[in-house]
């Protein structure tokens, strides 16, 4: 179902510039909340498991496998596991997460329309759905990496471990930092997925509303301000290609960590 092109002119035949639509934190904490609870699901049996197989480890050469042999294959299979969970968890988690982004930029793209007196109904249209399905792929495809990496350096550390004579506290505290530091990530993720999913989405709307210009805000919010982004900011650009900006064509919220928004216009003559 395509949504009917209608364009939005301005009544009074000036230009409006609506307030931009901006990430909902709301939705960003929540995402931030699964994610970390899958994490900290992984990493509590997994450094259980590590100490219940280091500590089952003859203190001398098996008969046939060496002890390092028989770490690397538990290793690997305690691996195997743990992405196969987060495979089958992550796709869920991902959709839950697209619809509520997409329910949430809506909502605030409506809203914003509604305090200039359009009155709109969003559909899920085609370009939508294109929308939130490359929301989804992309988030399946960075939670599964969120266990691998994880994972893989959990191994090496456990590798490392047995070659330098098998401290198994030391290697405990080597998880628990790889925990923190795998736990940040996925809070990072779920926060610039966000900005990306509702830049995607209001790029989207706007399309979908015949909203062919938008002027580039850049947000204050972000510690390390890009310098480019800084100059856009107030800038008009064209819905369809975005901005060029470091040697490509971007909208606002694209880039990783990249906090600035749209504010759409709607033009005061056909
Ligand atoms: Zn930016």
Redesign the pocket.
Known sequence: MTEPRKRLTSPSGKDIVLTAVRPNAGVAALYTKRLTKMVDGMHRAVLRSVRAIYEALPPELAQDESPAMALANEMRRLARKWLGRFEEEGPKQARRFAREAQRSTDASMAARLRDQGFSVQFKVTAEMNDAYQAVVAENVGLIRSIAEQHLQRVQGSVMRSVSTGRDLETLAKDIEKRYRLTRKRAGFIARDQNNKATAVITRVRQEGLGITHARWR??RA?KQ??KS?LQADGEIYEVARGMFLDGKWIR??E?PN???VSQSIIPGFE
């Open positions: 850049h947000s972000g301000p890009r982004h606002p919220g880039e990249c906090r600035c």
